[in-house]
Nanobody
Framework: QVQLVESGGGLVQAGGSLRLSCTASGLTFSSYAMGWFRQAPGKERERIAT????????YYADSVKGRFTISRDNAKNTVYLQMNSLKPEDTAVYYCAARPIYSASSQRYEADYWGQGTQVTVSS
C-alpha cells in the first residue's frame, strides 16, 4: 500500500532551521506532484509549498516565501522542506501530500495520499 512518512520535525528556537523529509513508497513517485501543508491548532490546513513532478515548477505561500524551500529527489522517492528563519507562527503539524488538488466542492485541498504529519514547534 502507499505510504508517505514524514520526519525531521521537532523543537527549535526562533531564527533556527529544520529540514523535513517525506519518503514515499508504493507509488511511482516521479509521477506525482508533491506538496507540504501545515495545520496549527484551531486553524485550517494551509498549503505552504508544492513542487511539480520534475521539480521544475514550484509554489510558495506568501507566509513562507523566501524562508522555505521545497525540493525532491526522485531517485530516493523523497520530498524535502528546508525551513529557515523559523518564527513562532510557523508552529504547526506539517503534512506532505501526493498530488494535492484544490476541491471547489469541499473548498479545501485534497490529495491522493497524505502523510501522518510531523510536529514543528518554534519557541520565541
Amino acid at each position: 500500500q502507499v505510504q508517505l512518512v514524514e520526519s525531521g520535525g521537532g523543537l527549535v528556537q526562533a531564527g533556527g532551521s529544520l529540514r523535513l523529509s517525506c519518503t514515499a513508497s508504493g507509488l511511482t513517485f516521479s509521477s506525482y506532484a508533491m506538496g507540504w501543508f501545515r495545520q496549527a491548532p484551531g486553524k485550517e490546513r494551509e498549503r505552504i509549498a508544492t513542487l511539480s513532478e520534475s521539480g521544475g515548477s514550484s509554489y510558495y505561500a506568501d507566509s513562507v516565501k523566501g524562508r522555505f524551500t521545497i525540493s525532491r529527489d526522485n531517485a530516493k522517492n523523497t520530498v524535502y522542506l528546508q525551513m529557515n528563519s523559523l518564527k513562532p507562527e510557523d508552529t504547526a503539524v506539517y503534512y506532505c501530500a501526493a498530488r494535492p488538488i484544490y476541491s471547489a466542492s469541499s473548498q479545501r485541498y485534497e490529495a491522493d495520499y497524505w502523510g501522518q504529519g510531523t510536529q514543528v514547534t518554534v519557541s520565541s
